[in-house]
């Protein structure tokens, strides 16, 4: 079957996206060749990523996040416009990401499940004030609340566990859709990684520029950009 054929014969599709989505709209992902994983800091980035490196060394992390993280120009691509027009056609119920950049929404998603939080929520640990990502990119230093507590963005960090709601509800998604598109990731974060075990419908779509451990148990395998694939979509 094509991706078309797929899609016409199903009733409820959830979308499930890695940083492969996202970098057609200039945002680098982790582990390609060119991903932050292999550029040059005085820490790994998987370190600066962490909740024990936030705590201890915040004016480093904040450095790294403000020039790395915050992709703050990026604009949807062909594949965030699609889902969105999927949804508003009643034929996809969910996009669960793993991606924090807030595009999904930006392209008109409504019930968007942010897996690893997102850059554009912030908050302070002591009164728990919210914060733009703006905020944050045009602070300095460590940025703080007007009652003195440091601000941490809402996203997930390396020793931190995820949202259970979120979780839950992702689960949930999965559990009782038709289709499964997994886009954009290598499928070896995890646990998100670990919830596409809880699919139990008819089509397993994998779309990623590399192969993945799973592809052994897709019914649909395409090497090819997310937003190239997606976009032929006639819905």
Do not use: W
Not at 126 to 152: Q, W
């Amino acid at each position: 079957m094509t991706l078309q054929e797929i899609v016409n014969s199903s009733k409820r599709i959830v979308f499930f996206g890695g940083a492969g989505v996202s970098t057609e709209s200039g945002i680098p992902d982790f582990r390609s060749v060119d991903g932050l994983y292999n550029q040059k800091y005085d820490y790994p980035p998987e370190e600066i990523l962490s909740h024990t490196f936030f705590m201890k060394k915040t004016d480093e992390f904040y450095r790294f996040y403000r020039d790395k993280m915050l992709c703050l120009s990026a604009k949807p691509n062909k594949a965030h416009l699609k889902l969105a027009e999927m949804e508003k056609k009643g034929i996809l119920s969910a996009v669960i990401t793993q991606n924090i950049d807030g595009l999904h929404q930006a392209a008109g998603s409504q019930n968007v499940l942010e897996l690893h939080g997102s850059v554009l929520r912030n908050y302070c640990m002591e009164c728990g004030r919210f914060y733009t990502a703006e905020d944050i990119l045009n602070s300095e230093g460590i940025p703080t609340c007007s009652c003195g507590g440091v601000i941490k963005p809402d996203v997930v960090l390396y020793e931190e566990g995820l949202d259970n709601n979120t979780v839950t509800e992702a689960v949930k998604q999965i559990e009782n859709c038709d289709t499964l598109i997994i886009a954009g990731t290598s499928l070896t974060v995890y646990p998100a990684a670990g919830m596409v075990r809880y699919f139990r419908g008819r089509n397993l779509v994998l779309i990623n520029r590399d192969a993945t451990p799973m592809d052994s148990q897709a019914d649909l395998v395409i090497h090819e950009k997310v937003g190239e694939v997606l976009s032929e979509i006639k819905i």
